[in-house]
């Protein structure tokens, strides 16, 4: 049983740092990718960074240089480092896994969300 939660969410100023956690739990199969969407009042859900199969980060063009996606494998914890942040990133951050990008398919498992706000 995979579960994906979600820590570490809230407001910052504009220019600020903010990291959030995801704690996945039951997840075996790494031939899938890993990482972050976020979703914005009135917008469609987008993906924000991910880890492909092979380890390798990737990132969506509007968060590029300001964030990274470490992963700490000991604790089977995946991180959102967001730096500089803008008042365009506040959203509900989810973690997602067990997805693909090259075709691209919907992730299977989800997190409950954790909101960041950017003011």
């Known amino acids: 049983h995979v579960q994906l939660v979600e820590s570490g969410g809230g407001s910052v100023q504009a220019g600020g740092s903010l990291r959030i956690s995801c704690t996945a739990s039951g997840v075996t199969d790494r031939r899938h990718c890993m990482g972050w969407f976020r979703q914005a009042p009135g917008k469609a859900r987008e993906g924000v960074a991910h880890?492909?199969?092979?380890?390798?980060?990737n990132y969506a063009d509007s968060v590029k240089g300001r964030f990274t996606i470490p992963l700490d494998t000991s604790k089977s914890v995946l991180y959102l480092q967001m730096n500089n942040l803008k008042a365009e990133d506040t959203a509900m951050y989810y973690c997602a896994a067990d997805f693909g990008v090259d075709p691209p398919t919907l992730p299977t498992y989800w997190g409950q969300g954790t909101q960041v706000t950017v003011s």
């Open positions: 880890l492909d199969k092979n380890g390798g980060s």
